[in-house]
Structure formats: structure tokens, C-alpha cells
């Protein structure tokens, strides 16, 4: 069932007073890609997230599949694991990462390949998300999306572009590839993101956006994993607001993370709740 969940109405009715009293030029959006910005289910199925796509529908080859769920099945279980401690499970993470991003380059991954499956079905923007980015484009407010994708950061704008609503206030961070003259991939930036690196990876290899939010003072945090509002630690943040999608198992977790989180979104929400709160500004 669809809900919105406010941990404490009175402390975020404080919190989002003292944003939009600070005005938009104070405010940026911090949030992650697959399954917040987009939807996670279709007829009731989690919906896979970009790299999901490629496996599930062999745009590689044969070879690539087998060892791309290899990688997975090692892998995954070492990421939700939480008796395994941060630091081993960085260490993990960056293995598997380059691995799968040199099977990537082995596997002769092409331009095209990103374009079938920003194409496909399986991605989706969640409802009034084209409403609410076409705010922020209109008020200038910064959307910093930070995401451990797989498959280049441009596969994020091109899905942007796709929908029209790329503009110069969006800005994406994840990890990319070098390509040639025929669009194949042939190498990737060694300083993978995975997930449990974002919060370095915006303050040492990014300068560039930290200047254009450092004096914004006032962030909205949109995520969808327990580790992500780690993210934010780096940053001198006035006032935040963490927003948590909850894409499963919500009866096992909901208390949990309202603990985290100031709002807890269930269901495959949308964004009309995001929208409601700046529709007088």
C-alpha cells in the first residue's frame, strides 16, 4: 500500500519551514538513480535496475551473463551482510565493481547497447518525478544524483534527455567509461563508485559540484539504501530532510527506518508529496 510516512510531524514541520524560509537559493537535492528517481515495480515484480537489464535481456554475450551472475552471486550476499564490518565490505565492493566494469570492456559493451535498455520498459520514471525536476529546473535548485551505476554516467542523462528535462542544474555522478571512435567501450575510470563510497567520492573527485552546492546550505536527501545518508557526513548542511523509498519488505523494516529517515515513502510512491511541499514557493 502506497503511504507517506513522517517520523516526527513536528520536527519536520520545523525543518521544512526553515528551508523554504531560507528561499531556493539556498536548497540543493542530493538523491540516487534506480528505484528512487525511478519506479521499482511493474505488476508487482522489483523491476531491475540498469545493469539488471543488461543480464536479463543478453544485449552481451553468453559469456557475459554467466560471469556477470557469478560476480552477483559472490558478491551480493557480502553487501547485505551487516555482521560483515564497513571496511571489508569497501574492500569487497571496489573488487566487484572493477571486475564487473572490466567484464564490461572485455564483453565489448557499446554505446548502443545503454541505448536499448534507456528504451526498454523496465525503466521508468516514478509519477510527477517530470513535474517536480521541471521545478528545480525552473527555480535553478541544483539535483545532484549520485549513483553507483554500472553503466556510465550518461546512461542516467540519456534517460534524462530521452524524457526532455535535462538541464544544467542536474548533475550526475557515477562511474564512466572511456569509449572509441565506434562508440565501444575500451576503459573505465579506476575510481569506482559503489556503494558504500559515495560520501568520498563527491568530496575528493568532485569538486567542481561541491563549489556549486557549498553555499546551499539547506539539502533534501532522497535514497533508497540504509547506507546512503552516510553521503551527506561530508557536507555543512544547515538543515536536511532524509527521504527513504521503501521498496520492500515494508512491514520487517518500516520502524527501523524511521529511525534514519524523517520520511518513509512505501508502496512505489510518487512524487506528489515532494511537489506539495514547495507548490507555494
Known sequence: MKETLISDNQQFN?????????????????????????????????????????????????????????????????????NIPIIEK???????????????????????????????????????????????NENDIPLVIISANWLWTDSIRMFFEKNMIMSDNIKIISNWFLWDNDWNAVWYDKRVIHTFNKDETVLHDHPEIYEMVKDRKNVILLWDSTWDPAMIEWFDYDNLLKFWFLNEKENEFIGKYKEIYDVVMTGDNDWEFLIWLFKDQ
Open 90 to 136: 569497501k574492500k569487497e565492493m571496489t573488487d566487484w565493481w572493477n571486475k564487473h566494469l572490466d567484464l564490461l570492456v572485455k564483453s565489448k559493451l557499446h554505446k548502443s547497447d545503454i541505448e536499448k535498455i534507456i528504451d526498454s520498459w523496465f525503466i521508468e520514471f516514478r509519477p510527477a518525478l517530470i513535474e517536480f525536476i521541471r521545478f528545480l
Open 14 to 82: 520545523e525543518t521544512m519551514e526553515k528551508i523554504r524560509s531560507g528561499g531556493m537559493d539556498n536548497l540543493h537535492i542530493l538523491a540516487d538513480f534506480d528505484r528512487t528517481l525511478t519506479k521499482a515495480f511493474y505488476d508487482w515484480e522489483m523491476r531491475p535496475n540498469l545493469i539488471s537489464v543488461l543480464r536479463k535481456e543478453w544485449y552481451l554475450s553468453e559469456e557475459y551473463v554467466k560471469s556477470a551472475y557469478a560476480l552477483h552471486d559472490h558478491y551480493y550476499p557480502i553487501e547485505i551482510n551487516p
